[in-house]
């Protein structure tokens, strides 16, 4: 079957000619070595062969998509507003194919989910019963941190993925599934072990240790400098065993979200709720905007996965 996309019907008539994933595939090349060269080498095409189907979406586009020199290429700023465009149609074509390969073989459609470390668990839970329940869908389940995965969900490469709210992400849709609260973690005869809930401010003087990147980092960062706490830095953790260690020695207190406790052995260790403020992560289930008309089996699926991720994670 050609690879081609049809031009809108509204296109004027010097423009009709479609654009052929192909041709995008040399376009992507192309920005990414910047050199005719060496795209074509990487396509396995001619160079003339090249130029022409860089030339050919140009001309459909009626835009210039890169400023040529003799020694380097660059894209032009409609080129580069272009580019994740194309990344992202053709990540779509590519699994398409091997969808289609895979209804072809198996007779089930592909549903590609990335969720969150913390949410592992309770993601393999709902699949392993949704798989049971869905005999036409093949699921695929990858880990990956936040920004990572909302990157592939744009490109393509993942149908669904289970994280955390950030910034407002432009194109895909996004439903609440759980919050997900901050705990403080002791030795069981510290201080503070005792109590039901703590304000932060009971944490001044300790040695703090928590995970410095991603959304947890940003949290609890903000949190702290709220209340005038510092992180340590004797100790510095980016693993769950290395945070419940320091904690469970006594050498530092931990914060950490509670969905990280799960399945964790928790017996030398207090785990006590931080309030005033009270941070919650909110963990969502996000799609792209357009699932619905890119993969309906996919769109259909996000209706049984909301509840059932919501249940698998309250328990």
């Known amino acids: 079957m050609p690879e081609i996309l049809t031009a809108p ?89 091997v969808d289609m390969s895979d209804v072809a073989a198996r007779g089930k459609a592909v549903i590609r989910i990335g969720a969150i470390p913390s949410v592992v668990p309770a993601a393999a839970e709902v699949v392993a019963r949704l798989g049971g329940q869905c005999d036409d869908v093949s699921f695929h389940l990858s880990d990956g941190k936040n920004d990572a995965l909302l990157g592939n969900l744009r490109t393509g490469a993942l149908d669904i993925v289970v994280g955390v709210l ?65 992180p340590s830095t004797r100790y510095k953790v980016d693993q769950v065993g290395s945070l419940l260690g320091l904690a469970s020695s006594g050498l530092a207190v931990g914060v950490l979200p509670r969905l990280y406790t799960r399945g964790l052995d928790t017996d030398r260790v207090r785990l006590v709720p931080l309030v005033q403020p009270a941070i919650k992560r909110k963990l969502m289930l996000f799609h792209r905007a357009k699932l619905r008309e890119e993969h309906p089996r996919a769109a259909a699926l996000c209706a049984l996965l909301v509840p059932a991720l919501r249940g698998a994670l309250a328990t």
């Not at 003339?48 to 860089?54: F, H, R, V, Y």
């Not at 910034?167 to 069981?188: H, Q, S």
């Open 166 to 230: 950030g910034r407002t992400e432009e194109g895909l849709e996004a439903t609440l599934i759980a919050e997900d609260e901050m705990l403080l973690v002791t030795p069981k005869d510290h201080p503070l072990a005792a109590s039901t809930s703590l304000p932060w401010s009971a944490l001044e003087g300790s040695e703090i240790v928590h995970f410095v990147g991603g959304s947890i980092g940003e949290l609890s960062s903000a949190a702290m400098r709220q209340n005038n706490l510092s």
């Open 9 to 97: 019907a509204s296109r004027p008539a010097a423009r009709t000619q479609a654009i052929s994933l192909r041709q995008l595939r040399f376009f992507t090349a192309l920005a990414d070595t910047g050199n005719f060269s060496r795209a074509a080498e990487r396509m396995i095409v001619s160079q003339p062969a090249l130029s022409a189907g860089i030339r050919q979406i140009e001309e459909h586009l009626g835009v210039r998509l890169f400023d040529r020199s003799t020694h380097h290429v660059s894209l032009t700023d409609a080129g580069a507003a272009f580019l994740p465009h194309a990344l992202r149609l053709l990540k779509t074509a590519d699994n398409a194919f």
